[in-house]
């Protein structure tokens, strides 16, 4: 195999073709499991100075690619048709839903097989080859079935700008009998504009925005998730900064606003939140809306959609105003283009003086403020534990929080600055965040190793919150963190079951436990190294206040270096107030939506 | 909710009328998860006097569904939908393959939501919600969706149908809305009889067989694994016992034939299998074909599809000559009926007189006699280990054999009378028998409690062998058999990584690697009981010969009952003949395929 840095190679494997394009586009490590339709795929990875991170299974490798995504921008998985892919399916649902750009490489049989419609393993035994990449269809934004050296580099590269473009999950089909095949090694990147980009267009459109700005009396900037998706975070804080406009986050956004700026004013939870934060969004004339996604959990079961008249929606390659409809035209923006200009012009331009709001009661500070002290022997109670792991939390921490009570807790934190949260607020499916802590950890990782600027402000520190029986579900990614050796603190909530289930319906019912299981077991279960300095092993439980302190104010707990594994014990009744309170509004909402 | 075992009681509630339906066909337990969408339907299950067994996660609950559905002819697996029913459609997809009856009811978004395509939790965000059924229609031989309590009880029957007449899964969508919704209790059975049975042409078919039967010189009966969808195995085995014909098993059929009957001439193995059986299937003029799958790996590389022109294929609803099609007027048989008349008729009909096979010296029994003595420090060999792990295996075990070593070395076993044996020949989805483990011996216990001739012949034992790797994919499914209380004995051959893909490719390449887990750590770890005398722990580590005599003549193991987890240490290079044949046999094919 050839050097890939090396300019013009004449013709490569149709393998080292893919893999290039994809270390040119910024990934280091593919996830995924070796399996008979791959191997020769695998061959390549160390070759071309990739890593293969090598999951226990296929649905953690999905959701470790999608945690990797959401960090570099970029992720690679590979895996065996049928039965491989099928396994990560469910991951790449939620990457489409949530938008993390997720390249999923299939090793398919040898075309002739699929031709003769033969009966050969993985298949569904009715000669059906078409059937996967059909399911695929509905889950990705992109599909390359690769059948010949001709069109095969076209097909990839047309693939890998779709998933860059829409920051979704893309699928191509690799057969055996084309791993080897010739094909002209790149010679310029791939073109990632988007075909719509009109800069006259991205200037008109900031005319408008810098005289909306101009004429406010009440803006507000309300930060959703999606907006990590432009990778300009940097840009965005310094907007924030400038405007001094009131700025308010979602749970899906938490954590890209620097919480330490005095005009950050806390999280926005429509209808159960803090009443006179609401107030003010209620009475805004204008909304900067960054990378919202409306789904019901996000938007507090739609409460915290704001009123389109008033608001202004920030995309990867659109601003729309109001509610307005896309441009008719097709033209579009690009945001980092978009966004530095703005920052140029607000030098110059005179913003209205905006008084931050009146922070109400129920905002985390002052919660945190009123909360008596605890003694040490008291049991540990949600509403009070997010509050009071803030002062744990470390600049540059990359935190992952789990659906369920680690979800609406964490929403609750005081972020110091420069921490990445990263959850999930429309496909929820409990089980993600573990694989994908391994994965974003083991990207941030690569940021670090590579002097990338994001990867030299963090902390070094990745911590995850999950709860009992979210663990359960993809507990093989402890596995695989420890076989990549990443840094990384789990802190378990064991409450006993489902208590995100118990709090919607079943509240006692049996349905709702889970298997009681030891969890600090498993560290030592799944092979972590017993004496190994450079990747020391902590696991500890912690069932009052006083332990979690002793816990928690140890060094090495601190430092975050190896694994920890941290079992809190809360009460199974126990749930932060959000949770109950969107829980309650959502089943309100459904039992009308059901009559 | 009302006693389902009353006559009729007028109008009952959608989610209970379909889980009478499952009752009556047979289902004493329902898999799954719990999640918002379903826990509604979730509170019918206890009351009606079904079990919940709780998986831990989807993928899991779907290969335990598989593995319940083989043994009873109907399995039922509740999910949410988007998230849970998308982790468990690999599971889906092999019941598919390997014709296993499973019902996946799919708990919905309520019907308004969907209308209005509301992004809620667990969907794409694209308001896109036909886009889970429409992936599950690849997988699944019918779909409901119920969208009204008229049309609702007749979708729900033809459902149930479908899925005991083709032995594969369905698919039914029941929205939050529908759950009480007020339904005709059912008062009378589905019909499950297939719309072309003709009783006229089954007599017609049966006469053309018994004048096959009389005529031929040289028969084999060639037993493959679909035979088990017949749910009739006493009454197969008296044929084979009748006709005295040399019967021969594939991989997949292992199990279903009595190995003592004095024509059960061993396994057929095509190319890479003993010569003189091959010879002797290859010089016979009728081969009786039951319930076979000729895929690439069953059929050795499509080496042991028997010649058409001398074959009759026995199926659930057809009987068929050569290479004839299907009848082209649709006519049916209905299997159990044919055989019971063809046994009847056999009792007056004189059939020839056959010799059985020479046996070759790579028979089983003849390998097991030519083994040299092993000294109890030696260390195992995979071609030794499975037969002489024949004389531990009791009449009535049920045995489970992962993909890879364990299913290749596994076809060497000779068995006792009424095992059961449950593989993978088709769809080949590693980790699938440890969940399958906890389904089928939870249906082998609720057999033995109904006193199902089939349960009493049970041992009690259930035995699964399993490699490693395989067991990363899916090892929660330790916690469901714990949680389960399910008389399992796990027994794992650690040979350091996945062998199977080694053999194929990459013998020594890191991706073939695995992180080294402690796996007798596992019963501890998911919470076994560490004293309770009814549901005995026992762990043991196997390094060579005495070690392995020394666990298995230990009355505890012997007796099955709790849990036994077994690691079996095996060099990581070793693999089963079978398996590198298979390999090698495969390799050239694939080779010459992809030239």
Redesign the interface.
């Known amino acids: 195999m050839a050097n890939p840095g090396l300019e013009d190679q004449g013709t490569i494997d149709l393998a080292e073709y893919i893999l290039r394009r994809l270390i040119q586009l910024g990934v280091g490590t593919v996830h995924g499991v070796?399996?008979?339709y791959n191997?020769?795929i695998?061959?390549y990875?160390?070759p071309l100075g990739l890593t293969?991170a090598?999951n226990?299974?296929e649905?953690n490798a999905g959701y470790a690619s999608d945690g990797y995504g959401r960090i570099k921008g970029i992720a690679a998985m590979i895996t065996s048709f049928?039965?491989g892919e099928?396994?990560a399916?469910?991951a790449i649902?939620?990457a489409?839903?949530?938008k993390s750009p997720v390249v999923h490489l299939v090793g398919t049989a040898?075309q002739?097989?699929q031709k003769t419609k033969?009966?050969?393993?993985?298949?569904?035994?009715n000669g059906?080859y078409r059937?996967?990449p059909?399911?695929n269809k509905?889950?990705t934004v992109a599909q390359a079935n690769l059948t010949d050296a001709e069109s095969a580099p076209g097909l990839v590269d047309a693939a890998l700008k779709a998933c860059i473009l829409h920051s979704q999950p893309v699928y191509i089909q690799l057969p055996?009998?084309l791993v080897k095949a010739q094909v002209r090694a790149p010679t310029t990147p791939i073109d990632l504009s988007h075909p719509g980009y009109d800069e006259g267009y991205e200037n008109k459109v900031l005319d408008a925005l810098v005289e909306k700005l101009q004429s406010a009396k009440k803006p507000v900037i309300l930060m959703d998730g999606l907006t990590a998706r432009f990778h300009i975070n940097e840009v965005i804080n310094e907007f924030v900064r400038k405007t001094g406009f009131p700025t308010l986050s979602t749970p899906f956004g938490k954590g890209i606003v620097n919480e330490n700026l005095p005009n950050y004013q806390g999280s926005y939870d429509g209808a159960v939140g803090d009443e006179s934060t609401k107030q003010q969004i209620d009475d805004a004339d204008l909304i900067l809306n960054f990378g919202p996604?409306?789904?019901?959990?996000n938007a507090i079961g739609?409460s915290a959609v704001p009123r389109a008249d008033v608001t202004v929606v920030f995309e990867t390659h659109a601003v729309k105003f109001g509610p307005e409809p896309a441009d008719p035209k097709g033209r579009a923006i690009q945001i980092k283009s978009f966004m530095t200009k703005l920052l140029k012009r607000l030098e110059t331009t005179q913003l209205p003086k905006i008084q931050p709001f009146t922070r109400g009661a129920s905002v985390s500070p002052n919660l945190l403020k009123a909360l008596k002290p605890a003694a040490d022997g008291d049991p540990l109670k949600q509403d009070e534990f997010w509050l009071r792991m803030s002062k744990y939390l470390k600049p540059g921490d990359l935190l992952l929080t789990e659906a369920g009570t680690s979800f609406a807790g964490a929403n609750t934190f005081i972020l110091p600055e420069n921490t990445i949260l990263l959850n999930s607020?429309?496909?929820?499916?409990?089980?993600y965040t573990l694989p994908a802590l391994q994965g974003s950890a083991l990207a941030q990782r690569e940021l670090r190793k590579e002097g990338h600027k994001e990867g030299t402000r963090s902390s070094g520190r990745a911590i995850l919150f999950i709860g009992d029986g979210s663990l359960?579900?993809?507990?093989?990614g402890i596995?695989?963190i420890?076989?990549n050796r990443i840094d990384a603190t789990i802190v378990v909530i064991n409450n006993d079951g489902?208590t995100?289930?118990r709090v919607?319906?079943?509240f006692e019912?049996?349905?709702?436990?889970?298997?009681?299981?030891?969890n600090t077991?498993?560290p030592?279960?799944?092979?972590a190294p017993e004496n190994d300095p450079n990747y020391p092993v902590i696991t500890a439980q912690v069932r009052n206040w006083g332990e979690l302190w002793s816990v928690w104010e140890r060094k090495d707990v601190q430092a975050g270096k190896g694994l920890a594994m941290i079992e809190i014990f809360m009460n199974w009744a126990d749930a932060p107030k959000l949770l109950v309170e969107v829980a309650a509004y959502v089943a309100n909402r459904?039992k009308a939506?059901?009559a």
């Open positions: 070796p399996g008979d191997l020769t695998l061959d990875i160390k293969w090598g226990a299974n649905l049928g039965v099928l396994s399916i469910n649902g939620g489409f839903a949530e040898p002739s097989a033969a009966c050969v393993h993985h298949t569904l035994g059906d059937a996967f059909e399911m509905y889950v055996t009998n996604l409306y789904s019901d959990v739609f607020c429309l496909w929820l499916s409990i089980g359960q579900m993809s507990v093989q596995s695989d420890i076989r489902y995100v289930e919607l319906h079943g019912e049996s349905y709702n436990e889970i298997q009681p299981w030891r077991l498993a030592a279960f799944f092979g459904n939506m059901e």
